[in-house]
């Protein structure tokens, strides 16, 4: 299984860029896929999630109108678009397979920096 991450970078608050998720070596359709972040100092949290099934998406509340997930099962991928950002968003984010509670499917990948500048 491999998951990796991309899209992030320097980005001015306000920005909007687009992270993405490649994922293989699993049956993608068959998962619900989900976004997470670590902020410096802080531990991992869930901030939206996708399922396959019907698309139905769920968002952390301080993700709510500013962050859109969606996924491509064709091409195994999963894609988050931020807009509006904080220097609070900063932190390292990560794609995986919710299973329960904090639990996730897969091990973690290197995720990807998103360092929002004030």
């Known amino acids: 299984v491999q998951l990796v991450e991309s899209g992030g970078g320097l980005v001015q608050a306000g920005g909007s860029p687009r992270l993405s998720c490649a994922a293989s070596?699993?049956?993608?359709?068959?998962?619900?896929i989900a976004w997470f972040r670590q902020a410096p100092g802080k531990e991992r949290e869930g901030i939206s999630c996708?399922?396959?099934?019907?698309?139905?998406?769920y968002y952390a509340a301080p993700m709510k109108g500013r962050f859109t997930i969606s996924r491509d099962n064709a091409k195994n991928s999963v894609f988050l678009y931020m807009h509006s950002l904080k220097p609070e968003d900063t932190a390292v984010y990560y794609c995986?397979?919710?299973?329960?509670?904090?639990?996730?499917?897969?091990?973690w990948g290197q995720g990807t920096q998103v360092t929002v500048s004030s």
């Open positions: 070596g699993f049956i993608f359709d068959d998962y619900a």
């Open positions: 996708i399922r396959s099934t019907d698309g139905e998406t």
């Open positions: 995986n397979a919710p299973l329960y509670g904090s639990l996730v499917n897969f091990r």
